[in-house]
């Protein structure tokens, strides 16, 4: 595995006013998922008005209708623990089973459930997972230590084991050729993988104490990333590694989660720190902090976020028991 250090951070911090970050606002909107504290997480949806969900802590796939507020339920088998969904082009849902060491797929018209377990028993917990260029499944695997790739026709799983101990991957994109960048949230480094060789690279960030947590990805296929230990948005260019963070608004104990990216370029995230957690604007092309709106359930905690381009709109879940959309246009 080959190591890429940094070559620079920039820290830009206290340039802006709070009072008038908050004025501009975005449109929120939550619905209040029926089956108790389940906390629902990582929304996903292909069709407008038609959002697939989780239930982490009830053991469920769902979806909401925005056009009537109805919620249909999928149950899983107890203790599953599901993390991620994402939805194929076929409307099949894959989904990671966090707890029993498998990703599944759902077929939604006859409510049939298929499983394809980790081929390594220490691939116990796949995590966050993205298709590629081509429909496979980028995943990660956090505290297995592994980077997963699926080819989905046939469900042949490849895991590529991460070289520093105890990385923890977590949040994971894919780029526009198709090259998965993950963030590593037990230390300070991002990785990607070589579609082709499989081969692992990490590139290290300056300051020991960063801790990305999630990951995301601008039109030029550069990296942006939140630092949950230290409360910054940073950026990673991947062609020199040079690297550049942004204290949040709320400062280094907001415990930034939860972040998207439109196709304007503008990076969108949360910060849990805060009560209620905030929904934060962050303009990627002039380095500025654009915009603040609390999330009026509180939202405990919101963990992912996905950007739906169609209609701007970005869908989170939160530990309040919501599904939430952010109109961002």
Not at 279 to 290: E, I, L, M, R
């Amino acid at each position: 595995m080959k190591v890429v250090l940094s070559i620079a951070l920039i820290i830009l911090s206290g340039a802006w006013q709070s009072a008038a970050l908050a004025a501009d606002q975005v449109d929120i909107q939550e619905w209040v998922v029926p089956w108790g504290e389940t906390r629902p997480r990582d929304p996903y949806t292909i069709t407008e008005g038609k959002v697939w969900f989780v239930g982490q802590r009830g053991d469920y796939i769902a979806r909401l209708n925005t056009d009537n507020g109805k919620f249909t339920r999928f149950d899983l088998e107890p203790g599953v623990g599901p993390h991620t969904l994402i939805v194929d082009k076929d409307g099949q849902v894959w989904f990671a089973g966090n707890k029993k060491g498998y990703i599944g797929k759902l077929d939604p018209t006859t409510g049939t459930i298929k499983k394809y377990m980790m081929p390594d028993p220490a691939a116990r917990d796949p995590h966050t997972m993205s298709f590629d260029t081509q429909g496979d499944i980028w995943f990660t695997v956090q505290h297995g230590n592994f980077i997963g790739k699926m080819h989905t026709p046939s469900g042949e799983v490849h895991l590529i084991p991460v070289d520093t101990p105890k990385a923890r991957p977590y949040g994971l994109v894919v780029d526009s050729t198709g090259k998965p960048w993950i963030a590593l949230l037990g230390t300070n480094k991002i990785a990607t993988v070589d579609g082709h060789t499989m081969e692992a690279k990490e590139f290290v960030l300056p300051n020991l104490d960063s801790r990305p947590r999630r990951i995301g990805i601008t039109s030029d296929d550069h990296i942006w990333y939140v630092d949950y230990a230290r409360g910054a948005v940073g950026h990673l260019n991947p062609q020199n590694g040079r690297a550049e963070e942004w204290t949040t608004p709320g400062g280094t104990g907001s415990k930034p989660y939860g972040m998207a990216v439109d196709k304007k370029d503008r990076i969108w995230f949360v910060e849990t720190g805060s009560k209620p957690n905030r929904f934060v604007g962050f303009d990627s092309k002039t380095k500025k902090f654009f915009s603040i709106t609390e999330v009026e359930s509180g939202g405990g905690t919101i963990r992912n976020m996905m950007y739906y381009a169609p209609s701007q709109e970005v869908w989170f879940g939160t530990d309040t028991n919501t599904v939430g959309r952010a109109r961002v246009w």
